[in-house]
């Protein structure tokens, strides 16, 4: 299925990652599959990094806008200044992808629950999958929660909640 893989850390077999750093391969395909289907006007997605989940996003049938927090990783596509979107990029956007910093990701959810677009659709990486209390993987997932919107978590080895906006 792919080459050269490796396997999340932890994951049951068959889950392929690049790295232990990485999104799941099958995360970010779905990624992709998702905007397919939205085909969202607005596509932002933070923690760009090298672009693994981005290059499965089709980046000519949207006006997409990616962030990087890392200096160090920041590299077209992201945004060569700004680390994280503002209040009024994320009223723009329709489909809406998190997998930031922590310390920008949390305020990133909580900016989409506040001036998230009605009907937009939020997903955001390591949301835990039956992660111990206290990790952040488990942390993440209880702020998805606790945001009010309906959603539902995905079963990834780092988990993954797709929310949408009311």
Not at 4 to 25: I, L, M
Request: charge should be negative; charged fraction near 20%; glycine fraction near 10%.
């Amino acid at each position: 299925m792919y080459d050269e893989q490796t396997f999340t850390p932890h994951a049951e077999p068959g889950w392929a990652a690049w790295d232990e750093w990485s999104p799941e391969q099958e995360f970010c395909a779905f990624a992709g599959s998702l905007q397919r289907m939205l085909q969202p006007a607005v596509v932002v997605e933070t923690g760009v990094g090298v672009g693994r989940l981005t290059g499965h996003l089709d980046l000519d049938a949207c006006t997409y806008l990616g962030y990087e927090a890392d200096p160090e990783w920041r590299r077209p596509p992201a945004d060569p200044e700004q680390a994280t979107p503002t209040p009024g990029t994320m009223a723009q956007a329709d489909l809406v992808i998190l997998d930031s910093a922590p310390e920008y990701r949390f305020a990133e959810l909580a900016m989409w629950v506040e001036h998230g677009k009605p009907g937009s659709v939020v997903l955001v990486h390591d949301a835990g999958n039956a992660h111990m209390l206290g990790t952040l993987h488990a942390r993440i997932g209880a702020a998805c929660a606790a945001t009010g919107q309906p959603g539902l978590f995905l079963r990834n080895p780092r988990g993954g909640w797709l929310g949408i906006h009311q």
